[in-house]
């Protein structure tokens, strides 16, 4: 028997307040920039898909909702300049840009979105994934 690697990260899923959809697709999808997905009728009542290259980010609403404040995705700019644009797209909207240089061979930092949830983007220092 393999105890190799089988599985593949399909999605993430973020949880937000009941209504909040709107927020969601402003943040995500116009100051991240994430294409918005389609979601199977059957679970498009509420929430947001928005696709990553090779998975995709969904946000949940629930009734139940605390924000994430340590759990978080970590989403991978393609280049060191595709870093430093979002992070002035994310200060010109207002959201906070913390920086952190803890991780050898990377540039990162965290943000919050709308809702409070923590998220992590990051990119190799040479651009190299």
């Avoid at 010109?92 to 952190?100: L, Q």
Wanted: charged share 25%; aromatic share 8%.
């Amino acid at each position: 028997m393999s105890r190799g690697p089988r599985l593949a990260l399909d999605h993430v899923q973020v949880a937000a307040p009941p209504g909040r959809e709107e927020d969601a697709r402003r943040f995500y999808g116009g100051v991240l920039g994430l294409p918005e997905l389609e979601k199977p009728p059957a679970l498009a009542a509420d929430g947001a898909w928005f696709a990553l290259a090779g998975g995709a980010l969904n946000v949940g609403m629930t009734d139940a909702f605390v924000a994430a404040a340590k759990a978080h995705p970590g989403l991978r700019a393609g280049t060191p300049e595709a870093l430093d644009d979002l992070a002035g797209r994310l200060e010109a909207e207002g959201y906070p840009v913390e920086w952190d240089e803890r991780l050898p061979g990377h540039r990162r930092f965290y943000t919050r979105d709308p809702f409070g949830n923590r998220l992590e983007i990051l990119t190799a220092e040479d651009g190299e994934g």
